[in-house]
């Protein structure tokens, strides 16, 4: 069986990648610190696809770990590099710790890579290298905009440095997907995201509203240029977002790839507002949502929506689910997770 390292792989993302590639016959092989995600992620895969990845307990920044781990799995095909810290206002509170993680994360993976032979890399890249563009929807020929934050700059500097490290190096290769904005859960409700603490995300936030434990989504802002006045993302099932990953690992060692980097939009090609994403959570849920009209939040953009063209046509991969579809999923996972958090109390009782 063909062998992926996917660093991060406990995460958000990444679980549900891990899910994927089981499914498509690969077997993923996972570094995660746990900084940001939870052991118990590897029951849920197990449950959803019969089978409990390897597992390595190791941060990415120690390059000495990674030199073991590698040397172990030196037959792996390609590397899926999730594995950094995300939150964008916290990396304005901290830069070094940012460009510490993202950054040597990275080139520790780079190096490992040359070292033992490991010639294929997805990396886990943002919309926010485009800022604000001019034209919508915006395509990867959109020149990058100056970072709004070190963690949108650790973004843009790794696409660099796999650039570089990728000239000097021949035998790499290398996909940067640029994910516009992830959310739902797995459809089995086994695996979803975590978020540490208050959500800044908008989807998390609508759900743990829902629940009960914030009390009202406070909405940032309708005065945009947009059609009610909320700003428009490009918001993709993570299930969707995870088959990506698959479909560039079988691209980057096909015949048909004859570029050693290539990079791609991953977003469903399609923008929703704020009020809109919440007007699908309570027809899909039948649950009514309690929100208010707030001011805007700083460093927000107005609106932002990918063409996927290259994605559908290079790479055969299309967003498939639809928004009603994913914002029950992501309901259903916090339903599940309430109910564990619960037990779990009831149990430590
Ligand atoms: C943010 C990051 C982006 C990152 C992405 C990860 C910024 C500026 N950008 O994108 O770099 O890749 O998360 O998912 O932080 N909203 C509300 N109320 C809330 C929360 C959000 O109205 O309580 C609105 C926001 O104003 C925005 C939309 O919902 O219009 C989406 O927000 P969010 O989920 O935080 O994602 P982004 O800001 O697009």
């Known amino acids: 069986m063909k062998k992926i390292i996917i660093t991060g792989g406990t995460g958000y993302i990444g679980s549900h990648t891990v899910v994927e590639f089981i499914n ?18 590897l029951d849920g895969i197990e449950k ?13 920044t120690d390059n000495f770990a990674m030199d073991k781990i590698f040397y172990e799995n030196d037959d792996a095909i390609a590397v899926v590099h999730f594995a950094a810290s995300k939150a964008v206002g916290e990396s304005v509170q901290k ?17 490992q890579m040359e070292k033992h032979g490991v010639n294929g890399l997805v990396f886990s890249s943002s919309c926010t290298v485009y800022g604000q563009p001019e034209i919508l929807p915006v ?12 963690y949108g700059n650790t973004k843009k500097i790794s696409e660099e440095i796999i650039q570089d490290t990728l000239k000097a190096t021949p035998a790499l290769k290398a996909i940067a997907l640029r994910y516009f904005n992830p959310i739902g859960a ?8 975590l978020p540490n603490g208050t959500p800044n995300n908008l989807m998390p ?14 909405v940032f802002g309708n005065d945009y240029n947009t059609p009610d006045g909320t700003p428009i993302r490009d918001y993709i099932n993570v299930v ?17 790839n004859d ?27 039948g649950v009514k949502l309690n929100y208010k009209i707030a001011g805007r939040r700083a460093g927000d953009i107005e609106k932002v929506w990918a063409d996927t063209t290259k994605a559908n046509k290079v790479l055969g991969w299309k967003a498939e689910k639809t928004l009603d579809e994913t914002t029950l999923s992501a309901w259903e996972w916090e339903k599940r997770l309430r109910v564990k958090s619960e037990e779990l109390i009831v149990k430590s009782h």
């Open 186 to 193: 797995h459809p089995s409700a086994y695996i979803g995201e």
């Open 240 to 256: 969707d977002l995870a088959k990506a990953h698959v479909a560039a690992v079988k691209y980057l060692n096909s015949h048909k």
């Open 95 to 111: 830069p070094l710790m940012y460009y510490r993680n993202n950054l040597n994360g990275l080139i520790n993976i780079l190096e």
């Open 205 to 218: 936030y609508i759900t743990q509203t829902a629940i009960g434990i914030r009390e009202c989504l406070s």
């Open 259 to 285: 570029k050693q980097f290539d990079f791609f939009n991953i977003g469903t090609g399609k923008g929703s507002t704020v009020l809109e994403v919440i007007n699908s959570f309570e027809r899909s849920t």
């Open 24 to 41: 498509a016959g690969y077997e993923p092989i996972i570094i995660d610190n746990l900084s940001n995600s939870n052991i118990n992620v």
């Open 48 to 60: 959803i696809t019969g089978k409990r990845p390897t597992f390595y307990k190791a941060d990415v």
């Open 139 to 150: 395509t990867e020929n959109t020149p990058f905009a100056k970072a709004e934050s070190p």
